[in-house]
């Protein structure tokens, strides 16, 4: 591992999850799920007044066709 990345992995040990170089949980990438479940739950968050905006909106009916003679 590079020593710029010896940050990694800290909080590993205070869950009960193993050490940062050996251990089920050592190259798990939990930070990657975390980041996935976070980016999730912001948008389902933040988006929920726009979608209720939009689905509030009437529907645009097109025009009627003309009448054929």
């Known amino acids: 591992m590079a020593s710029w990345l010896s940050w990694q992995g800290y909080l590993l040990s205070p869950f009960g999850l193993g050490s940062k170089i050996d251990g089920a949980w050592a190259f798990a990438n939990l930070g990657v799920l ?13 988006s929920r007044g726009a979608v209720r905006r939009q689905e509030d909106r009437p529907l645009d009916r097109p025009a009627p066709a003309p009448a054929q003679a």
């Not at 975390?34 to 933040?46: E, K, P």
């Open 34 to 46: 975390i980041a996935l479940a976070i980016g999730f739950l912001g948008t389902v968050a933040l």
